[in-house]
């Protein structure tokens, strides 16, 4: 599935979607710290990069495990 299709999905009993991890990230500023397991094979320097300058944007970096 594209993002586009999973951005569509909704829950039949509450109405709530899918989250980016943006969106995850800035609901757990301030509040808790986060753990992210990469599942990706090989490296990919362009999606880490983009990875810590989110977890550095919202200040979860130095907790992040």
Do not use: P
């Not at 500023?29 to 990469?38: E, L, P, R, S, W």
């Amino acid at each position: 599935m594209t993002w586009h299709e999973i951005s569509q999905l909704k829950n039949k009993t509450n109405g709530s979607r899918v989250f980016t991890l943006e969106e995850v990230l800035k609901h757990c500023q301030g509040k808790i710290a986060v753990m992210i397991d990469n599942k990706i094979n090989g490296f990919d320097s362009t999606l880490f990069t983009r990875l810590v300058n989110l977890l550095q944007h919202y200040g979860l970096a130095g907790e992040a495990r």
